[in-house]
């Protein structure tokens, strides 16, 4: 069992650079894989970023590349997502995942939601 707990949402102007992190509870941190995945108003939830259990792999959302980075410390059971050059359409509240290494790839922990609000 992981609890997922994000922070660091909050109202940005465009142009602006967030941080949010994800403090994972449980056993066992360093086997999974975590992610992070956006829903914004109307629209379903999208994938933003994933990174493997040790780190040593990161893929992104082609809408995020080269703006977003996905790092995690396992020493401190945390994961973050640094978001520069924010733009409206990134409005959205964003959610920490967590999916078993052991398993099929499927996210089975949530957390419960930051949100980020980008004014134009």
């Known amino acids: 069992q992981v609890q997922l707990v994000e922070s660091g949402g909050g109202l940005v102007q465009a142009g602006g650079s967030l941080r949010l992190s994800c403090a994972a509870s449980g056993r066992a941190f360093g086997s999974y894989t975590m992610g992070w995945f956006r829903q914004a108003p109307g629209k379903e939830r999208e994938f933003v970023a994933r990174?493997?259990?040790?780190?040593?792999?990161?893929s992104y959302a082609d809408s995020v590349k080269g703006r977003f980075t996905i790092s995690r410390d396992n020493a401190k059971n945390m994961v973050y997502l640094q978001m520069n050059s924010l733009q409206p359409e990134d409005t959205a509240v964003y959610y920490c995942?967590?999916?078993?290494?052991?398993?099929?790839?499927?996210?089975?922990?949530w957390g419960q939601g930051t949100q980020v609000t980008v004014s134009s």
């Open positions: 995942a967590a999916a078993p290494v052991s398993g099929n790839g499927r996210y089975v922990y």
């Open positions: 990174i493997r259990s040790s780190g040593e792999s990161t």
